[in-house]
């Protein structure tokens, strides 16, 4: 079982160089380093988040996690609870004040009523690359989690109750059902997001990849979509609750296929993955639309 996906989890100070007029006619997502200015937050950031954007956000999980809870008595296919949890978000990421920008091959978003089915792997630096993904992704899908979330009160509970795909990181052969199951509803065509990196980031650097983080896209022949979230980590690191409100960006890459790969190939696939998801946080990859 060491092939199963085992996923689901110091601010960077940047500062801005000096650019050309050519370099800087590029789209800001091209422009090599994506570096930004270095933005400063204060006591008055520190006191809007502590005391008007956490207790909201909190309000928000409490009320739509329990309805959620309510509803997952009668809804079989979690339409109705992906509903409430792209609500639950979008109320997220309006009171956090941090627009998002999708760039890249955007249209892989809106192509998943195709025959094959996708895998959508993405970096994971913050606990808002949750919300922004429930936002932007204009579909119904399942995520692919670590089974320490279920202690965390109406989010963990919400996740076991809605469908997503627990794997426990300690005993992966406890996860063979959950995995079946996800291998099932990938197949017949529910996608599927999966956080290759198998928790958050501490220092807002890609970290290796899990072995057999691709194990599902492979056994059902999935298309792969590498994503790379810009900003979450400046936007709230590991270990605060200070949300520190500024822009963020999606970019999509091009769609990597597993199609007549087998299980053996879960290396290869991992590293053309990783590559992908690089250069497009680093801005150096431009996706073909």
């Given at each position: 079982m060491n092939?199963?996906?085992?996923?689901?989890?110091a601010?960077?100070?940047?500062a801005?160089?000096r650019?050309s007029?050519?370099e800087?006619?590029?789209?800001?997502?091209?422009?090599?380093?994506?570096?930004?200015?270095?933005?400063?937050?204060?006591w008055?950031s520190?006191?809007?988040?502590?005391?008007i954007?956490d207790?909201?956000?909190?309000a928000y999980?409490i009320?739509?996690g329990?309805?959620s809870l309510?509803?997952?008595?009668?809804?079989?296919?979690?339409r109705?609870?992906?509903k409430?949890?792209?609500a639950?978000?979008?109320?997220?990421m309006?009171t956090?004040?941090?627009?998002?920008?999708?760039?890249?091959n955007a249209?892989?978003?809106?192509?998943?009523?195709t025959s094959?089915?996708?895998?959508?792997?993405?970096?994971?630096?913050?606990a808002?690359d949750?919300?922004?993904?429930?936002v932007?992704?204009?579909?119904?899908?399942?995520?692919?989690?670590?089974?320490?979330?279920?202690?965390?009160?109406?989010v963990?509970w919400?996740?076991?109750?809605?469908?997503q795909v627990?794997?426990?990181?300690?005993?992966?052969?406890?996860?063979?059902?959950?995995?079946?199951?996800?291998?099932?509803s990938?197949?017949?065509?529910?996608?599927?997001?999966?956080?290759?990196?198998?928790?958050r980031?501490?220092n807002?650097q890609?970290q290796?990849?899990?072995p057999?983080?691709?194990?599902?896209?492979?056994?059902?022949?999935a298309?792969?979509v590498?994503i790379?979230?810009?900003?979450?980590?400046?936007?709230?690191?590991?270990?605060?609750?200070?949300?520190?409100?500024?822009?963020?960006?999606m970019?999509v890459g091009?769609?990597?296929?597993t199609?007549g790969?087998?299980?053996?190939?879960?290396e290869?696939?991992?590293?053309?993955?990783?590559a992908?998801?690089?250069?497009?946080?680093?801005?150096?990859l431009?996706?073909?639309?």
């Open positions: 092939k199963l996906v085992t996923t689901a989890e601010e960077k100070n940047l801005e160089p650019v007029e050519s800087a006619a590029l789209p800001a997502w091209t422009e090599r380093g994506a570096a930004r200015p270095e933005r400063r937050y204060g008055l520190l006191l809007r988040s502590f005391f954007i207790p909201l956000i909190w999980t009320v739509l329990t309805i309510v509803v997952s008595l009668f809804d079989s296919d979690g109705i609870q992906h409430l949890a792209t639950w978000s979008w109320l997220i309006k956090i004040f941090s627009p998002v920008t999708v760039s890249g249209g892989a978003l809106h192509r998943t009523t094959r089915p996708r895998v959508f792997a993405v970096t994971h630096a913050s808002m949750i919300p922004i993904l429930y932007y992704l204009p579909f119904q899908f399942r995520i692919v989690f670590k089974s320490e979330l279920l202690s965390y009160p109406f963990g919400h996740l076991k109750r809605s469908g627990c794997i426990n990181q300690q005993n992966p052969t406890m996860s063979i059902g959950a995995i079946k199951s996800a291998l099932k990938l197949r017949k065509g529910m996608p599927l997001v999966i956080f290759p990196e198998g928790g980031t501490q807002g890609i290796p990849f899990l057999g983080a691709f194990f599902l896209a492979i056994k059902a022949q298309d792969i590498p790379a979230l810009i900003g979450t980590f400046d936007l709230l690191p590991m270990n605060t609750y200070h949300i520190k409100c500024q822009p963020l960006e970019r091009d769609v990597i296929s199609d790969l087998t299980v053996a190939d879960t290869d696939v991992s590293t053309r993955v990783k992908a998801i690089e250069a497009l946080h680093s801005g150096t431009t996706p073909q639309n």
